[in-house]
């Protein structure tokens, strides 16, 4: 089993569509998805944090919620 730390900056790029990085992001985390029986994805309590602020900020907070949930499904 591999195991890789997600930076935050990567789960931007992913939840608000931050380019040119948004479709490499979208593809890592395809990755990560398809493939949960071999590869595991970690993020650090303190990176979800750090989303969760930038997301406020950026959108709103229901909407850093919404995509945290998310996070947390992959």
């Known amino acids: 089993m591999h195991r890789i730390l997600v930076d935050s900056d990567v789960i931007l790029d992913l939840f608000m569509a931050r380019e040119p990085h948004h479709s490499v992001a979208l593809r890592f985390f395809s990755y990560l ?3 949960k029986s071999t590869v595991v994805g970690h993020v650090s309590p303190l990176a979800i944090a750090n989303v969760a602020y930038i997301l406020t900020k950026a959108q ?3 909407y850093a919620i919404k995509k945290i949930r998310a996070l947390r499904q992959i």
Request: avoid cysteine; proline fraction near 0%; aromatic fraction near 0%.
């Open 33 to 35: 998805d398809l493939n």
């Open 60 to 62: 709103s907070q229901s």
